[in-house]
């Protein structure tokens, strides 16, 4: 596919850039906070970048039909109504979170979290020491897809990419579920099974976990 | 609920003799294979004993126009017709594991079998150093529920009640799913919970997961 | 051997009695807060109970001169010199402590403590959920061991017996050192490792490493 | 320091050039096999390539009277005679293995094999699904460590780096002993270590437990 990238020179920018290249998709367009370049029409455009970039992100969606996988995080109300009335005229997936495993992990534990809902549960999650907040965005999402609160151990040590690690009990049995980041190239992954996802569904807005359940 | 238990001897009798008396359930007849007791009329049969108790098993149920919850492994396939055919006339629970959190995960990983079938995986079980076969019988039904064969690896080491371990990786992530068994009366708790639930189901057959489900 | 039991009634007292009796040993005295019982003459005293009873226990050894295995914690540093005094007569091994596993962790952990004094460390333990103090008293004797403090996560959850986790980390690596508690009876084995070395031992005052490394 | 880097293009090169070049360390000789260059005179010289080139390294050793940290596995009985008889002019230290966790890890289990004895014990290590040997060379070195021989699992998934645990039990407790490589540039930090430490010690052969130890 001939994508665009907003956020070029992040580092999921490249991250983003050598996957897709390894994979055989053709990066035609750039944006950054420094201008852009073309050298062809993108069939999609991936933004990872920051809320300022998102009008002119949809500005080139508009302006080649292009489909369109978002990951920004903190955008407003009117961003997303924006990028909700963006996905009427082509496909759109939007997630703040492309980590194909904790996703897939979210989605078992919001499925089962009426079964388990008598257990108790604690988390731990598992971060290098220059992880200032505690606890993680991740371990949070994780509550909410259990749909309750519980302690959070936010362990911070050397170098390590992270893990999460849900554990419930009741009183003769223990569950843990453990995710573990080995790359963190994970997360341009999920992009691109979003962008390989986006690029033949209908217009629509996705989700993430649409795109791991295949619900086009 | 007044309650018969075919297996009286046995250890999980003793482990359901214990559980059920502390949930304010009364015991009215006891099976043996050394005869009978009774001193009133069970709402219900366990069976956790062994296939040539299930006939008069059966008999009790009929009798009494009692609920059955069954845990007896090695039936032929006649003695599941009858209890098949015992289903038309009361509710019956069988399975061969009653352990709640082990089945949880199997239901877990069979709803996402497909989503998680392009993951690598293997398995590791540790059990105390008497158990004899191996992999255990709980690490081929974990690969049942992901519809897929792994190597299994079997640790046996001093005392432990067992663990069973579930290890999904793509190139970037760690998936581990871990059971651990903290008290052998995990059974006995699952045992009563099948009860709980038929006692005041509709007559029908039902599997455990039926029963964590609640679904009557 | 023959031995007495001082806190004959309560929990450790039964684990003592029950381990020590299989293994062929003779009770022939018990001592608890309503009196005692004997049947001859003590070779070894053991005592898991109060501080209240140890000058009864200290007169029982001198009177028989019995070895002594003390296990109660919350002695005043007089009592710590009555303990001390009657060891000029008598083998005594002392500690707040018999866990066999954790206190090998310990040896190995304050052995390596300077070659592992420049790795980052944290810590988990994890309880069953009616333990009240956290971090729990063998997180704090681990934090000893390595001769500094650490973050000490507890997770309190349904019926676990303990495990402590000691994770060391460095830019590259992770070590992570666990003692998991399988069986409450860990400590009456314990006892029963240290009754065996006073037994033969010279009179002296010995703690548990002592006794694990053998040293009489 | 000024050091020469015999096997410059290798992957094991380009972590030290890096590592060491980020440390303040100047690369002053480069040798491969396609030949050499040298803009100065090295104090040291690592070698972490092939027998092949040992005539070489000990070559420019003995020319500038240079330290030598070789980590070449496969070197025959010969070649480690003529290692040694370069430590009676100059600090060498040799290792398989110059991971600083798991050598620590290797030290304690040595240091605590008897008192471990009578535990039962299994090995679990996993590494990426490329990897071909099992079980991994440092299960088998922490077999050597602990002077048995055990079960090893060697589970092969994804792209991970590669963990190590040792399982021990008894009938009442579990240690567990793990240790998880990070980043690959493990190997490179414990060269470092050990260049620093051949640097400022006397003359002499040295494994790289010396180094760890400090034993100048």
Chains 1, 2, 3, 4 share one sequence.
Not at 31 to 38: F, H, I, P, R, Y
Not at 74 to 82: H, I, R
């Amino acid at each position: 596919m001939k994508y665009a990238l907003v956020g070029y020179t992040g580092r999921m920018g490249a991250e983003i850039t050598s996957l897709f290249g390894a994979s055989g998709h053709e990066l035609v367009m750039t944006v950054d906070e420094n201008g852009g370049a073309s050298r062809g029409v993108p069939q999609i455009v991936l933004d990872f970048s920051r809320p300022s970039a998102l009008e002119s992100t949809l500005r080139i969606c508009r302006e080649h039909t292009a489909a369109l996988v978002l990951g920004t995080t903190g955008l407003s109300s009117e961003d997303m109504s924006a990028v909700r009335e963006m996905s009427r005229l082509v496909p759109v997936v939007y997630s703040a979170n492309y980590g194909v495993g904790i996703n897939i992990l979210m989605m078992m534990l919001s499925d089962y979290s009426e079964i388990l809902s008598d257990w108790e549960m604690e988390m731990e999650e598992m971060h290098h020491n220059k992880k200032i907040d505690a606890p993680s965005g991740t371990a949070l999402a994780l509550m909410d897809a259990l749909g309750r609160k519980c302690p959070a151990h936010s362990v911070r040590l050397g170098n390590l990419p992270g893990d999460h690690t849900v554990y419930l009990a009741n009183s003769d049995e223990l569950l843990t579920f453990t995710h573990r980041t080995i790359n963190r190239s994970a997360l341009s992954r999920g992009a691109l099974l979003a962008a390989e996802f986006a690029i033949s569904a209908g217009k629509g807005y996705y989700n993430f976990q649409d795109v791991l359940r295949k619900r086009k």
